[in-house]
């Protein structure tokens, strides 16, 4: 599974917009790029997942430029409420759908002020 | 159930003890993962079953750690002789393989004292 790297720690406030970058530059081509959020006490949870260029849900977009080395998890709008640490993780699809463990690195650990 | 349940939530043991941590999946899901999370770090693979079966258990760090799945259902991690450096969360996972849906429990913390 390719390596990633992440800042360790942002700040933000509430209403803005918050972009995590994640390096990956031995990314190969079946990986895919996919981001959990871990509140204390809980669980990582899935929150997004892409191959290539945007994708967009109800809770963010990840941006994935054309050479893959990079993506960029956008949180709009952020509340006090998305202060968690966030998970960059790369793997093919087998990974990701439970057939293979997930390799999880430090993560970004993300807070938002009043 | 709803979710993955783990128990204890907490638990306190001496230096050389043995414990048992427990894990009930989502019901009818095949696959099954032990984490182990020290604070600042992202969750370490363990173990993961699919069905009753270990498929890779590369991730437990020595032989004082066993784990089971005896139906197929609820795991139980088993630490023998433990440390103090075996203090961490214990989170365990599910899947229903061949679709997303990796869900975690909100895991185990186990103190050595």
């Known amino acids: 599974l390719a390596k990633t790297t992440q800042p360790i720690s942002m700040d933000s406030y509430e209403g803005q917009e918050v972009n995590i970058t994640c390096s990956h530059n031995n990314i190969a081509t079946n990986d895919y790029i996919t981001w959990y959020q871990q509140f204390p006490s809980q669980g990582p949870r899935f929150i997004i997942q892409?191959?290539?260029t945007k994708v967009t849900n109800e809770v963010a977009s990840l941006f994935i430029p054309a050479d893959r080395k990079s993506s960029t998890l956008s949180l709009p709008r952020v509340s006090l409420s998305d202060t968690a640490v966030y998970y960059c993780l790369v793997g093919d699809s087998f990974s990701f759908q439970g057939a293979q463990k997930l390799v999880f690195g430090q993560g970004t650990r993300l807070t938002i002020n009043p | 159930g709803a979710g993955v349940s783990q128990t204890p939530s907490n638990k306190v043991t001496e230096k050389g003890k043995y414990v048992e941590l427990r894990c009930d999946p989502i019901?009818?899901?095949?696959?099954l993962y032990w984490y182990r999370q020290s604070l600042g770090q992202g969750p370490e693979f363990l173990i993961y079953?699919?069905?009753?079966?270990?498929?890779?258990d590369s991730g437990l760090p020595n032989d004082r750690f066993f784990a089971v799945r005896p139906e197929g259902s609820v795991s139980t991690l088993k630490i023998q002789r433990t440390e103090r450096g075996d203090s961490a969360v214990y989170l365990c996972?599910?899947?229903?393989?061949?679709?997303?849906?990796?869900?975690f429990g909100s895991g185990t913390r186990l103190t050595v004292v």
């Open positions: 079953f699919q069905g009753t079966g270990a498929a890779d």
């Open positions: 892409g191959y290539k």
């Open positions: 996972a599910s899947s229903p393989q061949g679709n997303y849906g990796y869900t």
């Open positions: 019901s009818g899901h095949t696959a």
